[in-house]
Structures are given as structure tokens and as C-alpha cells.
Nanobody, 119 residues
Framework: QVQLVESGGGLVQPGGSLRLSCKFSGSIFALYDMAWYRQAPSKQRELVASVTGGGTSKYGESVKDRFTISRDGALNTVYLQMSSLKPEDTAVYYC?????????????WGQGTQVTVSS
């Protein structure tokens, strides 16, 4: 069973930076597409960024040019480097792992980590 453990959330001032980490275990990391989602109060969960096993990444429009997703196969970890943070980036951030060949069967979530952007 895949397990995902996020870390790195916290309180940061507007304009600041933060790096989230998600440690993957329980299966073969390279076979999974990895992604970060976020959910703010009273809003739907939205895709922030994703990266395939081959390293192709994509971003939500609101975070392009500010956030960078990366993955480290040696550490089985995916990162989200966030910069130029805005109050509207405040949300619970969730790590997701999904096997592209069987996405409905192999789709896993972390417990979430809170990011608060406030002065």
C-alpha cells in the first residue's frame, strides 16, 4: 500500500518562500505520477502542479512562474518549491500519487499540510 507523508508547511509572510516535501513508500516510485493539490476553506480541491515518472511537469495557472515541482528518485520524494507567496495561496496542500495505467485503482493521498500566507 502506498503511503505519502507531507512536511514543510507553516506560516510565511507574503512574498516569502516555502518548500513542501512528500515522502513516498510502499511501491515503485518511478511508476507513479506525482502531484500537489490544495484546498482552501469553502473551495474545491485544485491541482497545483504535477510531474510524471518521466519528469514532465505542469502547473495550475495561478502558480505558474512561482512554484516548481520536482521529484528525487533516490529519495522517493516529491517537492514543491513555492516562492512569491500570496495570501490566496493559503490552503491545505495534499500530495497525490497516481499510477497512470490504472488511475482509478492506484490513486493515493497524503494527510495534507497547512500553508498559511499572512503578515
Amino acid at each position: 500500500q502506498v503511503q505519502l507523508v507531507e512536511s514543510g508547511g507553516g506560516l510565511v509572510q507574503p512574498g516569502g518562500s516555502l518548500r513542501l516535501s512528500c515522502k513516498f513508500s510502499g511501491s515503485i516510485f518511478a511508476l507513479y505520477d506525482m502531484a500537489w493539490y490544495r484546498q482552501a476553506p469553502s473551495k474545491q480541491r485544485e491541482l497545483v502542479a504535477s510531474v510524471t515518472g518521466g519528469g514532465t511537469s505542469k502547473y495550475g495557472e495561478s502558480v505558474k512562474d512561482r512554484f516548481t515541482i520536482s521529484r528525487d528518485g533516490a529519495l522517493n520524494t516529491v517537492y514543491l518549491q513555492m516562492s512569491s507567496l500570496k495570501p490566496e495561496d493559503t490552503a491545505v496542500y495534499y500530495c497525490n500519487a497516481r499510477a497512470p495505467l490504472k488511475p482509478s485503482e492506484y490513486n493515493f493521498w497524503g494527510q495534507g499540510t497547512q500553508v498559511t500566507v499572512s503578515s
